[in-house]
């Protein structure tokens, strides 16, 4: 039997009372708050006082593990109703959503719970809500946010949110963790958004083209070596480039991915609990739905603008752990989402803006992602003129650029991007290849930009009747 934390006891008391207000409500708890404890008593409780309840999914995993998790609250009746399962007369009943919209059902729930219930506005579930109008309906999820930013007030009358990560680490429920981001190697300025995230197949080529594939290994083995690491992908082609050049380089890791059967699934997971395998790459696989085994670091190769997906992918490394998790993003993540103990004031209406507007910044030296006047890990403080201190008050911000012993400033806007206007004058003193390189490393382009750029002006100089 599992006893319940403090904080769940006041989350489960505070859904209830909402509950009777309200019918359909959304509890919000972080990754590694324990929602599925918390919807294990709940249902328990709602089954002791004769209440039918129905149980979504939209993974059969999660189904298993809900399972797995009833059985320790003194083997809970249930039954389960998906593909290759008979159906069952519990009170209970785990429910593919897939396979329920597909059957014809008796089953009449007094209660609807929906596991990630940020997939609740979809199509699938709507049927099922429709079904049973008379029921009353509790979403769980870490992140109550939809992947186009929109929230879920369409779905649910009100919201109950759970402890901050932040109390949760302060509490020792989730891990503590050191965060690192090497210097931007990925130019997304130009990947247009497409159904809330990047363009996946305009990424796919942003990442094709840059530095961060080959750099992925140095930088485990500065922070990391030897220590287990899961590394989250952009495509299955990816995490499989990736996989392979850690083994090029002697570390044992391996792919992991949905079309694998269930059996070589839980082998390879098996390893890794072990610790046979070191690094195990995988795109989207275990940010929702996987129990992974724990693990030392998280590595993000996937930018997104998803910040359901970004918390989901570091909740995966903050089991409790006698030493702080490595969060190794490569892709600038924490610049579009801040950083993940910060406190986000959820509701139901969608996009949601940090308590306070913190200033997260990358230490030149060791790298590390720190907030306030000093880098946390290194000491680090940046030494500013006060030459600097004039120059910042001028409207967006100034950068110096360093251009073959010649200094220039070059304003940018407030969202860090370059006035075409500004681009241009700064190309135009560029004479040379390593002149659009420097000028390139600068801006933070990716690092074929300067000879791109290079090979344009010589292209355009040919025909003096062309405006480079």
């Excluded at 396979?99 to 089953?107: A, G, K, P």
């Excluded at 946010?145 to 990560?165: E, H, M, Q, S, Y």
């Excluded at 958004?193 to 197949?201: A, S, W």
Aim: net charge positive; charged share 25%.
């Amino acid at each position: 039997m599992i006893s319940l934390r403090k904080y769940q006891s006041t989350v489960i008391d505070e859904v209830r009372q909402s509950l009777v207000a309200n019918k359909r409500v959304c509890l919000q708890v972080p990754t590694g708050g324990g929602k599925t404890i918390i919807a294990c008593y709940i249902m328990q409780n709602a089954v002791a006082k004769g209440k039918k309840v129905l149980f979504l999914v939209h993974l059969k995993e999660l189904i298993e593990q809900t399972s797995a998790k009833l059985s320790t609250f003194g083997d809970i009746k249930h039954g389960i109703i998906a593909a290759g399962f008979p159906a069952g007369e519990a009170d209970i009943q785990l429910a593919m959503v897939q396979t329920l919209n597909r059957r014809e059902s008796d089953f009449v729930p007094d209660l609807i719970v929906i596991d990630e219930a940020h997939h609740a506005t979809a199509g699938q579930y709507q049927k099922i809500l429709e079904r049973y109008p008379q029921a009353f309906v509790l979403g769980l999820t870490a992140t109550p946010i939809r992947l186009d930013g929109k929230g879920l007030k369409d779905i649910f009358n009100a919201i109950v949110t759970g402890p901050t990560v932040k109390s949760l680490i302060e509490e020792g429920h989730l891990n503590r963790y050191r965060y690192y981001s090497v210097p931007k190697m990925l130019d997304v300025s130009g990947i247009k958004t497409k159904m809330g995230d990047f363009d996946q197949e305009q990424l796919d080529k942003a990442i094709e083209q840059s530095c961060i594939i080959g750099d992925t290994v140095s930088h485990y083995k500065q922070h990391l070596n030897g220590k287990k690491a899961i590394v989250f992908c952009q495509r299955i082609k990816h995490s499989k480039q990736v996989a392979e050049l850690f083994k090029a380089a002697g570390i044992e890791a391996c792919h992991l991915d949905g079309s694998m059967s269930k059996p070589d699934r839980e082998s390879v997971i098996e390893r890794f609990r072990a610790g046979d395998i070191k690094v195990l790459c995988n795109c989207s696989l275990i940010s929702e739905g996987f129990d992974v085994p724990d693990c030392d670091g998280v590595i993000m190769l996937r930018p997104t603008k998803s910040l359901s997906l970004y918390l989901q992918m570091i909740g995966r490394g903050l089991r409790p752990s006698d030493n702080p998790t490595i969060v190794l993003d490569q892709v600038g993540n924490y610049t579009r989402h801040g950083l993940p103990c910060e406190v986000r004031d959820w509701s139901l209406e969608g996009k949601t803006k940090t308590e306070k507007q913190v200033s997260v910044k990358t230490c030149k030296q060791c790298f590390a992602v720190y907030t306030g006047a000093r880098c946390t890990e290194c000491g680090f403080e940046p030494v500013v003129t006060v030459e600097e201190k004039k120059i910042k008050t001028i409207d967006g911000q100034l950068i110096e650029i360093m251009l073959g012993g010649l200094s220039l400033y070059i304003q940018k806007t407030q969202q860090g991007t370059v006035p075409r206007d500004e681009l241009k004058r700064l190309m135009s003193k560029c004479h040379t290849l390593e002149h659009f390189n420097a000028l390139g490393r600068q801006l933070n382009y990716s690092p074929n930009w300067g000879y791109n750029a290079y090979v344009q002006r010589k292209k355009y100089s040919k025909n003096s009747s062309k405006r480079f």
